[in-house]
């Protein structure tokens, strides 16, 4: 699996009460030898205000089809889970290396990197 793949997975609440099957973006490069890849929050729910941290996909995006979401989708940035990839319930897509150099960008501002 690689970085920029969009998947679907069980994502942990903060308070670790539950988890809800939402799509993620994987962060982390392939490490066959790892199970593990870090990844961040997607929702279709789209504040009214949207943060410096967050990135809007709108289905309007010339790379929107290629992700497999469904719908105008936030990318939360600020939301990140090291999970294994066996809980992984399958692949939505890809964002494209210029879109993901955008959330590249949006996790140096969230990690003030």
């Not at 789209?46 to 719908?71: E, M, N």
């Not at 692949?91 to 140096?108: A, F, M, Q």
Request: overall charge neutral; aromatic content about 8%; hydrophobic content about 50%.
């Amino acid at each position: 699996m690689e970085r920029g793949t969009v998947v679907l997975t069980k994502f942990p609440f903060t308070d670790l009460s539950s988890a809800k099957r939402r799509p993620a973006v994987v962060l982390t490069a392939d490490n066959l030898a790892d199970p593990d890849v870090i990844v961040a929050f997607i929702s279709s729910v789209v504040p009214a205000v949207i943060s410096a941290i967050d990135f809007v996909l709108l289905a309007s995006h010339p790379d929107f089809t290629t992700t497999g979401l469904t719908r105008a989708s936030v990318f939360k940035m600020d939301k990140l889970a090291t999970l294994d990839k066996a809980i992984f319930t399958g692949e939505l897509g890809h964002v494209s290396p210029s879109l993901y150099d955008e959330l590249k960008n949006r996790l140096r501002i969230a990690l003030d990197l």
